[in-house]
């Protein structure tokens, strides 16, 4: 009598969000049916319907999913020993993986305008960013008079960033984020030239030279992966 077949439900509902968000982050919403996903998934639309209601459904679970992983890597950037730049650096779209979220994101927003529920994770999600980087800046940083304001501006830039790079890619590189990054945590409480152990001059350097790639020293890489809320 042959036992039955373990199957890991949540296992297969994020791995067909994945799917979802990768087809939205490299053909746009257009590309998200069930028929597509089903196919890149290497499942069916059968399967698809039994985990997710309908479109909709299926695109908040999958923000949801990107939003965790977002999170994810900002807590593995501060346990690996990063200060708050490596920790924002680790959410901005740095990489092709990174880039492909923050399109999905990009897309959500557009739903979200007039989708309450949807507009209400959104919600949640820069809440959870806020109150990350609110908690780093108060265990590192206690010198900041306002820590809740200095919150609210860095998660308003990296979101700023991140959807500027997913709409004009081109225009606003890997090198290009980490440049503006760096002269806006100058700007609150002097952060871009104390964090870490970097000196002033090498922080100036990075703003001055936008086409350089890695404005990074040698021994402080970025810490660009990792896995799940921001």
């Excluded at 979220?101 to 959500?108: K, N, S, V």
């Excluded at 990054?181 to 104390?194: D, K, N």
């Excluded at 002033?200 to 703003?207: I, W």
Aim: aromatic share 6%; glycine share 8%; proline share 5%.
């Amino acid at each position: 009598m042959s036992m039955p077949r373990f199957v890991d439900h949540d296992a297969r509902r994020r791995h067909m969000a994945t799917t979802a968000a990768e087809l939205i982050g490299t053909r746009g919403l257009e590309a998200l049916t069930f028929r597509n996903v089903a196919e890149a998934a290497g499942s069916s639309t059968t399967v698809l319907t039994h985990y997710f209601t309908g479109k909709r459904d299926l695109m908040q679970f999958t923000f949801e999913v990107v939003a965790e992983r977002s999170g994810a890597r900002f807590d593995e950037a501060l346990r690996g020993g990063g200060g708050l730049r490596e920790c924002l650096e680790a959410i901005l779209p740095l990489d092709p993986e990174r880039q492909t979220e923050w399109r999905l994101l990009t897309c959500f927003w557009g739903m979200a305008v007039s989708d309450p529920d949807m507009a209400h994770a959104e919600a949640q999600h820069v809440r959870s960013a806020q109150r990350r980087i609110e908690s780093l800046l108060r265990h590192h940083h206690p010198e900041i008079p306002d820590v809740e304001l200095a919150a609210r501006r860095l998660v308003t830039l990296v979101h700023g960033l991140g959807a500027q790079s997913a709409l004009d890619p081109d225009h606003w590189s890997p090198a290009e984020q980490r440049r503006v990054l760096a002269h806006e945590l100058g700007s609150v409480g002097g952060l871009g030239y104390r964090d870490g152990d970097e000196s002033a001059s090498q922080l100036q350097s990075m703003t001055a030279n936008p086409e350089r790639e890695d404005n990074r020293p040698v021994n402080q890489p970025v810490l660009i992966h990792g896995e799940p809320g921001l």
